[in-house]
């Protein structure tokens, strides 16, 4: 018998549940696209591990335009279980960090439907920050041994997420919306 792994059930699991609101959203395709290009991301990130440092991930990004198109309550779900596939899917470390990186991108994706397109501009880049930094922070209190791997993270992450945001949210919320 083939014994599967708790990654494996957790990422049927987030499948069946990005899958189940792809059917029930009325903008399917454009969630599909966004979903399945911060999936490849993800792919592309497990096996080019040096971007992973970098702070090279589209989950942030497509958690917020998720959020802000299709609202609160799919904002919530959709970080939560897009952050969780990219976590298994990219293999990165989950340890303690999936007890407050998981709710941050879930109040993410609640935050970013609440705020909508307000969060155009400077309000969406300091997200951003705020995410990174609350993270930094329960990274220090909780697993302070991985402060230098998350350190450069942070940084990378901040960087690259505030420049696709502000070159992109605006025009793919307004494509959409």
Same mark, same amino acid.
């Given at each position: 018998?083939?014994?599967?792994?708790?990654?494996?059930?957790?990422?049927?699991?987030?499948?069946?549940?990005?899958?189940?609101?792809?059917?029930?959203?009325?903008?399917?395709?454009?969630?599909?696209?966004?979903?399945?290009?911060?999936?490849?991301?993800?792919?592309?990130?497990?096996?080019?591990? /040096?971007?992973?440092?970098?702070?090279?991930?589209?989950?942030?990004?497509?958690?917020? !335009?998720?959020? /802000? /198109?299709?609202?609160? /309550?799919?904002?919530? #779900?959709?970080?939560?279980?897009?952050?969780?596939?990219?976590?298994?899917?990219?293999?990165?470390?989950?340890?303690?960090?999936?007890?407050?990186?998981?709710? +941050?991108?879930? +109040?993410?994706?609640?935050?970013?439907?609440?705020?909508?397109?307000?969060?155009?501009?400077?309000?969406?880049?300091?997200?951003?920050?705020?995410?990174?930094? !609350?993270?930094?922070?329960?990274?220090?209190?909780?697993?302070?041994?991985?402060?230098?791997?998350?350190?450069?993270?942070? #940084?990378?992450? #901040?960087?690259?997420?505030?420049?696709?945001?502000?070159?992109?949210?605006?025009?793919?919320?307004?494509?959409?919306?």
């Amino acid at each position: 018998m083939i014994k599967l792994g708790w990654k494996i059930y957790l990422m049927i699991a987030a499948i069946l549940l990005l899958g189940g609101m792809v059917i029930f959203l009325e903008k399917f395709f454009f969630f599909l696209v966004i979903a399945a290009a911060a999936l490849l991301v993800a792919i592309v990130l497990r096996f080019f591990k /040096v971007l992973k440092y970098m702070g090279v991930e589209l989950v942030t990004l497509s958690t917020m !335009i998720i959020g /802000v /198109v299709h609202g609160p /309550v799919i904002g919530g #779900i959709y970080g939560f279980t897009i952050l969780l596939a990219h976590l298994i899917i990219g293999d990165y470390y989950t340890g303690n960090y999936l007890m407050w990186a998981i709710p +941050l991108y879930a +109040l993410l994706g609640v935050l970013s439907g609440i705020f909508g397109t307000s969060l155009i501009g400077f309000l969406g880049v300091s997200f951003i920050i705020g995410l990174d930094l !609350i993270s930094l922070f329960f990274t220090f209190i909780g697993e302070s041994d991985r402060l230098g791997k998350e350190l450069p993270y942070i #940084i990378g992450n #901040i960087l690259i997420n505030s420049i696709l945001f502000v070159q992109f949210f605006g025009s793919v919320v307004n494509f959409v919306s």
